[in-house]
């Protein structure tokens, strides 16, 4: 099948309104969370994706029939059937493991591919696994396209996860919610994604709290009913036009944006020098640059969210020295750098950590490896000095609504072609 690819003529100044989607690594949980309940479910804000069309599909395999049209889901899991998930869709995006944790709870068994995602180095699923075994499923992953999970009954248990992970906290949250007794998760992830969850599934009837803190408790019911829900905010697409907008913005208008969860990113922005308004749900950004350089270091939430430290990348070439990034959470989330290599980019990453220089980008072909990666190198084309050809953009797609269009509704010189 042909692809696109992406095209840039870089320099151009960005001016207009953005409105954010709904964040994608909520829909990806909530999407497969609904299964469990059991009358009609509609979801609000979901973002253009291709992850959550992906999603609605392995739903219509187990017989959920589902309507998706802009931005809303209505599913209705009333004859739903426990079927096995192929390998082949399940393994085109990350977020299939909470598939793992809602069939576990709606059907206390599931047969599953293994689930893929972008390439940012080691993602195991022990602690996923350590909490589906505590609350007494037992797993077969002798195959090595599939596994099997299976309990007689589900138990409540307490659970102390080793690593801050938010896939696993969410999805022993999601199993747990239909086990008998109480759950307590320790050591949880704090991110907004995991509150919206819980707030989904007590909306469903489940009984949850202490979500966004790091003790989850959880105390299981025996039936969820259908509900309505309106996804939160991305805070990364956020963060990511609140990087366009210092990259080459001449004022943008960033709409539907919760200004809490991009703090972190606002405050580095604000440290380079950014200026930046901010109101209840809106923040307006321009570029100020050249820009005074900044150290940045990934943290579980609320530090400097990993998903943004590639987005805001280009933003460093602009300041006035060397600026040190490093990933604490993904220490080889670093293919972005040989691509900005081939742009003229002064940038090295040894260890978890890159080094940028100032430097002037120039147009050239690079390769997206995975999602944010991707918008890293959109950004840098915006500012390179001629076009800049970005291919492997099904990984950007995976993640950014409509990005060509807004961008091009913007002002970007920047349009899509079909790889010959
Ligand atoms: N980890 C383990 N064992 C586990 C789970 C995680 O060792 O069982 C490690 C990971 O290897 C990583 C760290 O723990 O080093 C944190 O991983 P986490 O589980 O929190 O990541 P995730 O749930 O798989 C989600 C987002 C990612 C985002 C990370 C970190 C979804 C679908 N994905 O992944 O988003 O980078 O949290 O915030 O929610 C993206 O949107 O581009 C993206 C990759």
Redesign the pocket.
């Known amino acids: 099948m042909a692809q696109d690819v992406i095209k840039i003529r870089g320099g151009q100044k960005l001016k207009g309104k953005v409105e954010i989607s709904g964040a994608?690594?909520s829909s990806?949980?909530i999407i497969p969370a609904a299964l469990m309940a059991e009358s009609p479910v509609t979801l609000d804000g979901l973002p253009e994706i291709s992850d959550v069309k992906t999603l609605v599909s392995l739903l219509e395999d187990l017989n959920i029939k589902t309507n998706l049209s802009e931005g809303t889901l209505q599913l209705d899991p009333t004859d739903i059937k426990n079927a096995p998930l192929p390998n082949n869709k399940v393994e085109s995006l990350?977020?299939s493991y909470y598939m793992m944790g809602a069939m576990l709870g709606r059907f206390n068994k599931c047969v599953i591919g293994l689930p893929g995602?972008?390439p940012?180095?080691?993602?195991?699923?022990?602690?996923?696994?350590?909490g589906f075994k505590a609350l007494g499923a037992k797993i077969d992953d002798s195959d090595d396209t599939s596994m099997k999970l299976e309990a007689e009954r589900l138990v409540g248990a307490n659970i102390y996860l080793d690593?801050?992970?938010?896939?696993?906290t969410?999805n022993i949250m999601i199993a747990a919610t239909r086990a008998e007794g109480q759950t307590i998760i320790e050591n949880a992830?704090k991110?907004p994604?995991v509150v919206d969850v819980a707030n989904f599934l007590n909306s469903l009837g489940a009984k949850i709290s202490g979500a966004g803190t790091s003790t989850i408790k959880i105390t299981g019911v025996s039936h969820l009913s259908g509900s309505r829900h309106t996804i939160i905010p991305d805070r990364?697409e956020a963060g990511t036009y609140m990087c366009i907008a210092a990259a080459c913005g001449e004022e943008m208008y960033i709409d539907n944006i919760i200004p809490e969860h991009v703090e972190p990113l606002t405050v580095k922005l604000k440290e380079l020098g950014v200026k930046i308004e901010s109101g209840d749900d809106y923040m307006i950004v321009k570029s100020t640059a050249p820009y005074k350089n900044v150290d940045i270091k990934t943290l579980?939430?609320p530090g400097f969210?990993?998903?943004l430290q590639q987005p805001i990348t280009p933003l460093l070439f602009l300041a006035d020295g060397p600026s040190f990034v490093t990933d604490t959470?993904?220490p080889e989330r670093f293919k972005h750098v040989p691509e900005l290599q081939n742009m003229n980019a002064a940038i090295t990453a040894d260890q978890g950590t890159a080094t940028i220089k100032p430097s002037q980008l120039v147009g050239t072909e690079v390769y997206a490896s995975?999602?944010?990666a991707g918008a890293c190198l959109i950004i840098a084309g915006l500012l390179a000095d001629g076009v800049t050809t970005i291919y492997n953009v099904r990984h950007i797609y995976r993640?950014y609504s409509n990005i060509v269009e807004t961008l091009k509704a913007l002002g970007a010189d920047i349009w899509t072609e079909q790889q010959a």
């Open positions: 994608k690594n990806v949980a990350r977020a995602g972008c940012l180095g080691p993602r195991p699923i022990d602690q996923h696994i350590k690593i801050v992970s938010v896939g696993a969410i992830a991110e994604e990364i579980v939430y969210a990993t998903d959470i993904y995975d999602l944010r993640g």
